[in-house]
C-alpha cells in the first residue's frame, strides 16, 4: 500500500529558527518522493523532488531509504515560508499518480 | 506559459443532482489528473487520464467519472451528489513527470 504520513498538522516557528517538516511514507517498491507548497491564495506548486536533490528557497530533502522518511529542512525560517506543505510520493520508474499527505502548516513569527 | 486552468472557481449544487468540472491543461501536456482536497483530509487522487484513456482510478464511488478530449482537455462529472461531496477539485497536468496544478473548483453541495 502507498501511504504518506505528515504527523504534524500545525508546526509554529519564530523567525531565524530551524524548521523541520516530517515526512514518512510506506510503498513497496521505489518511490519518487516529492514537496509540494501551497502560499496563501495561491495554487499547489511543486518545491522539489528527490531525484534532483537541489535546495530551493533554501529548503532541503534527503531521502532516507531505512528510515523511509523525507524529511523538508531550512536552517533558518523566514516569515514568507508560512504555508501549507505537502508531501507526495510516486512510482519512480515511469511516472504516475502522486499520493499526498495529510499537509503540514507551517506558520513562522516575526 | 499559460497555467493549468479550472472552470467555474466555484459551483453550488442541490444534493441528487450532477455537477461537471472543466479542466484544461497546459499547452504540450496530455496527462490529467483530478484530486479531492476535502477538509482536514489532504489530496485524495480521483482519476487520471492520458492520450484520451483512463489510466487510473482512486478509491471513489462509481458515480464520480470524467473524460479526456482530444484537445487534451478534460472534465469531471460527479452524480447523485452527496452533501460530503463538497470539496475544492484539483486539476494538474504534465507531460512525462510530476504535475502542475490548477487553483480549483470548489464545489459545494446543499
Known amino acids: 500500500a502507498q501511504r504518506v504520513t505528515q504527523p504534524e498538522k500545525l508546526l509554529s516557528v519564530f523567525k531565524g529558527a530551524p524548521v523541520e517538516l516530517k515526512c514518512n511514507y510506506s510503498?513497496?517498491?521505489?518511490?519518487?518522493l516529492f514537496w509540494y507548497v501551497q502560499y496563501s491564495r495561491q495554487r499547489l506548486q511543486l518545491l522539489l523532488r528527490?531525484?534532483s536533490r537541489e535546495s530551493i528557497k533554501g529548503f532541503t530533502a534527503d531521502l532516507n531509504k531505512g528510515e523511509t522518511s523525507f524529511h523538508l529542512k531550512k536552517p533558518f525560517a523566514q516569515e514568507e515560508d508560512s504555508a501549507m506543505y505537502y508531501c507526495?510520493?510516486?512510482?519512480?520508474?515511469?511516472?504516475?499518480?502522486?499520493?499526498f499527505g495529510t499537509g503540514t502548516r507551517l506558520l513562522v513569527s516575526p | 506559459e499559460a497555467g493549468v486552468t479550472q472552470s467555474p472557481t466555484h459551483i453550488i449544487k442541490t444534493s441528487g443532482h450532477q455537477a461537471t468540472l472543466r479542466c484544461s491543461p497546459i499547452s504540450g501536456h496530455t496527462s490529467v489528473y483530478w484530486y479531492q482536497q476535502a477538509l482536514g483530509l489532504g489530496l485524495q487522487f480521483l482519476l487520471w487520464?492520458?492520450?484520451?484513456?483512463?489510466?487510473n482510478r482512486g478509491n471513489f464511488p462509481p458515480r464520480f467519472s470524467g473524460r479526456q478530449f482530444p484537445n487534451y482537455s478534460s472534465e469531471l462529472n460527479v452524480n447523485a451528489l452527496e452533501l460530503e461531496d463538497s470539496a475544492l477539485y484539483l486539476c494538474a497536468s504534465s507531460r512525462r513527470g510530476s504535475p502542475s496544478f490548477g487553483s480549483g473548483t470548489r464545489l459545494t453541495v446543499v
Open positions: 507526495a510520493l510516486s512510482r519512480a520508474t515511469g511516472f504516475q499518480k502522486l499520493v
Open positions: 528527490h531525484i
Open positions: 487520464y492520458d492520450e484520451g484513456e483512463e489510466r
Open positions: 510503498y513497496s517498491g521505489s518511490p519518487e
